[in-house]
């Protein structure tokens, strides 16, 4: 099973609401990543969990929160975005060390901020 | 520091062969992988080379050249539904740092 799900798919929110993007895999990844998405562009890494502790956090506005709940489960809360935050955000899985040469994607999560 | 190169967009016609290149300047990574994702998708996985060489799979193709500083992805009997972007991709030595991707090309197949 080579699969990462994450909920919802899309998603509308106003700049004041607070939502959260919701990310599972079952493959027995111990990192895990969030990377963000813009038209025509390659991801952008945003945080990366390593055995459940973030260990990379590329800068990003702490109007975005990552959370890693257990080995399985990775959360992104979200709280008074901005309209430029709209994009996909994508969760993803691999392998820890120099096994984790592949990431494993989900379908991604479309955030539209209005 | 990491960048990849690609072209930026590509076409070729249905049943063709064509070679998406990437060349690189890293100070070092584990191997180049390649993914794709199609409009309104997410990136699904390739192919990887660790080695120097190619790798084969179906119709994808995959080659490495360390002392080049280069590989490419071939897609061979090109069909519609591989009109997609493409992004190379290489895994840094350095700590955590995951994937750091290309730019990505889009391949455009017409009839």
């Known amino acids: 099973d080579t699969e990462v799900t994450q909920t919802p798919k899309h998603l509308v929110m106003g700049m004041t609401n607070k939502k959260s993007l919701k990310c599972e895999q079952h493959m027995g990844h111990r990192a895990m990543y969030w990377y963000k998405q813009k038209a025509k562009k390659p991801p952008e890494l945003m945080f990366v969990y390593s055995y459940e502790k973030l260990s990379i956090n590329e800068s990003v506005p702490s109007r975005f929160s990552p959370e890693c709940p257990n080995s399985s489960l990775l959360n992104l809360h979200l709280h008074a975005l901005q309209p430029e935050d709209s994009a996909l955000y994508l969760c993803a899985s691999s392998q820890t060390g120099g096994a984790g040469n592949t990431i494993y994607f989900g379908e991604g999560s479309w955030l539209t901020v209005v | 520091g990491q960048s990849l190169e690609q072209p930026s967009e590509v076409t070729a016609v249905e049943g063709a062969i064509v070679q998406i290149n990437c060349t690189y300047q890293?100070?070092?990574?584990?191997?180049l992988s390649w993914y794709q994702q199609h409009d309104g998708g997410a990136p699904t996985f390739l192919s990887y080379n660790a080695l120097d060489g190619l790798e084969e799979t179906g119709r994808f193709s995959s080659f490495l050249s360390r002392s080049d500083s280069y590989g490419y992805l071939l897609l061979q009997e090109l069909q519609m539904k591989d009109s997609a972007s493409y992004f190379c991709a290489v895994r840094p030595f350095s700590g955590n740092t995951p994937l750091v991707f290309g730019k990505g090309t889009r391949l455009s197949v017409i009839a």
């Open positions: 890293t100070s070092g990574f584990y191997g």
